[in-house]
């Protein structure tokens, strides 16, 4: 699946979804359009921000082996 992105310059570019959180982390990409509308990174929440979830583990794998750290 590709992304549309913004750039620094302001410039626009399509990316591959597995590349986003690399571009994001060199600082490459300022912007990028989701389904609910564009995400200013750097002020508008990210998937990765962790945030204070003090509910129950609902991601168990079936097998209950423990997820490695």
């Known amino acids: 699946m590709l992304i549309r992105v913004r750039y620094e ?13 690399e571009y994001i982390a ?4 300022v912007a990028f359009y989701r389904s609910d509308g ?3 990174v750097g002020s508008d929440q ?17 097998n209950n082996i423990p997820r490695a750290a």
């Open 9 to 21: 310059d302001n410039s626009y570019d399509m990316v591959k979804a597995w590349r986003l959180g």
């Open 26 to 29: 060199a600082g490459k990409i």
């Open 38 to 40: 564009w995400v200013t």
């Open 46 to 62: 990210l998937r990765h921000d962790k945030g204070n979830y003090t509910g129950p583990e609902r991601r168990q794998r079936e």
